[in-house]
């Protein structure tokens, strides 16, 4: 009995049904990653496992963001603080409040406290910290005003045209280097014009061509 279908056109359907199955996969895994909240929504405010407030920290103590965030001058990633940072103060302030129980474990085992984390991009989108922060870009321009968030909050949408937005006209968002931390900070005058002066001065060119960003 001959087969309906030739050999050849046999192989060539599995082939296509091996193709099918491949690109469901990646749309799948594609839509997984702009279903995610934290793409969705600005708003994402994930609970996280203690209730430590930049509020209180860093805008009623005046604490600058990098004590705790320590890289993010010198690296890629600003890097969430250690317990240790944590026990700096808390082995003797407050060092019997409940909501510190979980801190003194963390200490007491050296198991790291799983934070939520609230900012991702996806991997193929090179991002680096120290090159805004050094360039005078302030935390306050991508993250708004974390020093006075009780619960930390993505306020930008981190999306490719919010990047290139300002990547085509960085001038209002960049300051004096001394005032990256300082998420209230005002110039004198109009913050373009002194972000024109200073990017001349520096030579700030960000990257709009797309290697700079996928590579
Ligand atoms: C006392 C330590 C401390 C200080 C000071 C501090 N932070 Fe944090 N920060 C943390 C901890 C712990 C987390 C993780 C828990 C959370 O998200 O609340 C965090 C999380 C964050 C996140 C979210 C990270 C993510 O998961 O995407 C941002 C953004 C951030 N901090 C910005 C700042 C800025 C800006 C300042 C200065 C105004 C600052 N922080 C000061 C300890 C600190
Ligand atoms: C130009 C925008 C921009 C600026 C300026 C900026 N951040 Fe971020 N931040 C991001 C993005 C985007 C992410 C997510 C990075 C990722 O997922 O790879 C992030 C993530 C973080 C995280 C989570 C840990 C990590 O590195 O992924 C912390 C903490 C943080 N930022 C703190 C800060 C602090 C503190 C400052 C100011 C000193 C600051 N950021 C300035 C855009 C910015
Ligand atoms: C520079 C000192 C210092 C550091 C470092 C510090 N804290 Fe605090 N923290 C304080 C002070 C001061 C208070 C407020 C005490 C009060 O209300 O009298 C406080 C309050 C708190 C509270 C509320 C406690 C309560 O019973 O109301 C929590 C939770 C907390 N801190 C978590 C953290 C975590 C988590 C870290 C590390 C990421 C951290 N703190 C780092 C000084 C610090
Ligand atoms: C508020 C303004 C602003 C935003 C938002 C912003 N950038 Fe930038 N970016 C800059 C400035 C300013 C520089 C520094 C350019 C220089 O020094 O010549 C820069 C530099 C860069 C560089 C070059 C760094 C290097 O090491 O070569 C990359 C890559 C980059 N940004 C990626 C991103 C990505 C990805 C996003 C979005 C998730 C983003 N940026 C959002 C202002 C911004
Ligand atoms: C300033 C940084 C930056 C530059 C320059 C850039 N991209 Fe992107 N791109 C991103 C970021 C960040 C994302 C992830 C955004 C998201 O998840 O919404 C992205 C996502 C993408 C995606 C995934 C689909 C989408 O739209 O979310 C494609 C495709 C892409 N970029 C292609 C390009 C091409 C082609 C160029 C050059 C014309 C380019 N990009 C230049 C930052 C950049």
């Not at 860093?58 to 004590?67: F, K, T, V």
């Not at 965030?69 to 003797?92: G, I, K, L, R």
Request: charged fraction near 20%; hydrophobic fraction near 35%; glycine fraction near 6%.
């Amino acid at each position: 009995m001959s087969a309906i279908f030739s050999k050849k056109f046999d192989t060539n359907l599995r082939v296509l049904a091996g193709a099918v199955v491949v690109i469901l996969g990646l749309t799948g895994g594609v839509l997984g990653y702009l279903l995610h909240p934290n793409q969705l929504d600005t708003g994402y405010t994930p609970v996280q496992p203690v209730g430590f407030s930049h509020k209180l920290h860093a805008g009623n103590l005046g604490m600058d963001c990098r004590y705790c965030h320590t890289s993010v001058e010198q690296a890629a990633f600003a890097a969430v603080p250690p317990t240790e940072t944590c026990m700096n103060c808390h082995a003797q302030v407050k060092e019997k409040s409940p909501k510190l129980q979980l801190v003194r474990e963390s200490y007491a085992t050296g198991a790291p406290i799983q934070w939520v984390k609230v900012h991702r991009l996806p991997d193929y989108a090179y991002f680096n910290h120290q090159a805004h922060v050094t360039a005078g870009v302030s935390c306050v321009s991508c993250h708004g005003r974390v020093d006075q968030m009780v619960e930390v909050k993505q306020v930008s949408p981190l999306s490719m045209a919010w990047c290139l937005d300002c990547h085509r006209n960085p001038d209002a968002h960049l300051r004096p280097v001394e005032f990256v931390t300082k998420l209230d900070w005002r110039p004198e005058g109009d913050p373009a014009e002194l972000g024109r002066q200073l990017r001349e001065a520096k030579n700030i060119n960000p990257p709009v061509n797309c290697s700079g960003c996928h590579r």
